[in-house]
């Protein structure tokens, strides 16, 4: 069943034409302070806004209230050129989590004025999210009436109407109820490890459809279209837990051993490795410095996992497995900076997905040209080894990360993640089709050593809490470091994990990140496992 997420409601705005208003100085000034003082703003405020303002058509004040319209009647004869219009303002279901898929409309700003055609200073506009990016669809077009005055502005003549037409509506891929959920585990654990910021976004692995989007924090979609105060704006805004960024589409984040099925199935498609050879690891791996062998460098691992081979490697997330895969060890050939690199823009990840979501951010993919060009250094092979489990400069958006999943859930599609499911006229609904990005990016029988991999994460390796849901699932965890310690010593981490289920036919890929999680503190798999367990079972 559908459930509406946006309504509008009428609204009144006082609105002053300059083309009519008293030609003396005083008499305006009169008009604009009489009108300042009903709605309650400053005069030296308004009056410096109306000086500036090129628009012959200037706002006094947006969504009266019911004292402020009686005043305004009443006093309409004193206030020459002046008058109240009519207009819809958007209600948005007030749920903090569905603020950055939503957006908002608030008043057109005087850049947006001429830069869009065909609307008026009192017009709302699409600011962010949704109502940003589907706004040509959302809008319609306002009805107009046309009038002739006088010199004096008195209306001589009435010439016609032109109708308004309403806007579409759209329907969206979101399951709310789902939404909500996610919400509810990931405020849980916030609250439960004491940190504050997190990230939850699942798609439908079939189409790409974005069944939910959380980023916390959030705020209320309510506040900017019935018209925020400076001082309430100024507040959210300060906050340095930024409120309105939307982490899910905007934010790029180290991802740690999140890329390393990505990197298996680089390894598989280019056969540098059979993915039953077993690799002997002593949970650490020691490479000379070429100029002076006295010197040694140690990569770690953060366990001995012993005889490893390709599915164990995921299981345990074996550091030293991906390190030799990655960057060459002994008599194992790696894949190389530049291979990996290639595979990672194949499964989506350095460039926008092209979801249908304003302000996407590209995320970085570091390689020996980045390295030179930003540190003016040389590239080495423990670069490549930090590089082959996500630690060194590889940023990337929870969006991409979810969507790479889903290629690995699904046995090889990438497709373009998209909120927007249909198009809703008064004749006609038109559904959006998926958009495949890229198709085979893995072969089938490659593919599914990845998924096997994962498999056996949850039956026996490190996302084992998720093998008591209903249904089977293949997953994978990361950590990475943000680079502050707690007053102990211990790191605060980026945590994430990214799980697909059922692991037969996968009909959800979800991903969950957490900022700022004290080492040793369980954060994202409780969440994956909670909303999983609802999901599966209502």
Not at 321 to 344: A, N
Not at 473 to 480: D, E, I, P, R
Request: glycine residues 8%; negative net charge.
């Amino acid at each position: 069943s559908m459930k509406q997420l946006v309504f509008n409601r009428p609204s009144f705005d006082f609105v002053c034409d300059k083309r009519d208003l008293p030609e003396e100085r005083a008499e305006k000034e009169r008009i604009l302070r009489q009108s300042a003082n009903i709605v309650g703003t400053s005069f030296e405020e308004l009056k410096e806004e109306f000086d500036k303002t090129a628009n012959p058509k200037f706002l006094v004040a947006t969504n009266l209230s019911r004292e402020q319209l009686i005043v305004l009647e009443i006093r309409a004869e004193e206030l020459k050129g002046c008058e109240i219009q009519t207009n819809t303002i958007r209600e948005y279901v007030a749920d903090p989590a569905l603020a950055h898929v939503l957006g908002y409309t608030a008043k057109i700003s005087p850049d947006e004025l001429t830069q869009f055609s065909g609307y008026a200073v009192t017009d709302q506009i699409g600011k962010t999210g949704i109502e940003k990016s589907y706004e040509a669809e959302l809008r319609g077009s306002p009805g107009k009436k046309l009038l002739e005055k006088d010199a004096l502005g008195r209306i001589v003549r009435e010439g016609g109407e032109i109708a308004s037409e309403p806007g579409n509506s759209v329907v969206l891929w979101l399951d709310l109820e789902l939404q909500q959920n996610l919400e509810k585990a990931l405020e849980d654990t916030l609250n439960r490890i004491g940190a504050k910021k997190a990230v939850g976004i699942a798609l439908d692995p079939k189409t790409g459809g974005v069944l939910a989007m959380v980023s916390i924090p959030g705020f209320d979609s309510n506040l900017f279209s019935q018209g925020i105060s400076k001082a309430q704006y100024e507040e959210i805004a300060s906050d340095p837990l930024d409120p309105f960024f939307n982490r899910a589409v905007s934010g790029t984040y180290p991802i740690g051993s999140t890329i390393k099925p990505l990197i298996a199935s680089a390894a598989l498609e280019e056969h540098i490795i059979d993915p039953d050879k077993e690799l002997l690891t002593h949970g650490y791996i020691e490479i000379p410095n070429e100029y002076d062998p006295e010197i040694v460098y140690r990569f770690a691992d953060n366990a001995d996992h012993g005889l490893v081979d390709m599915r164990d490697a995921l299981a345990v997330s074996s550091n030293v497995y991906f390190y030799t895969i990655g960057g060459g060890y002994e008599d194992q050939q790696g894949l190389g900076p530049t291979r990996i690199k290639d595979y990672l823009l194949m499964f989506g990840w350095g460039a926008k997905t092209g979801i249908d979501l304003p302000s996407e951010a590209q995320g970085l993919i570091t390689d020996p040209a980045w390295k030179k060009r930003t540190k003016g250094e040389g590239w080495w092979d423990g670069d490549t080894y930090l590089f082959s489990i996500g630690q060194g400069n590889v940023l990337a958006t929870p969006l991409q990360v979810v969507s790479s999943f889903v290629a690995i859930a699904n046995g090889g599609t990438l497709y373009t993640p998209h909120m927007v499911k249909e198009i809703v006229t008064k004749e006609t609904s038109k559904a959006i089709p998926s958009h495949v990005a890229r198709g085979s990016i893995i072969s089938p029988d490659n593919v599914e050593v990845v998924r096997d991999g994962m498999r056996q994460a949850v039956k026996w390796g490190s996302s084992v809490m998720l093998n008591s849901l209903p249904v089977s699932s293949g997953a994978k965890t990361g950590t990475a470091q943000t680079g502050r310690k707690d007053a102990e010593g211990k790191d605060f981490l980026y945590s994430w994990v990214s799980v697909f289920a059922p692991y037969e036919n996968p009909e959800i890929v979800l991903t969950v990140m957490v900022e700022d999680v004290k080492e040793g503190s369980l954060a994202v798999l409780p969440v994956a496992q909670e909303v999983l367990q609802w999901y599966f079972t209502r």
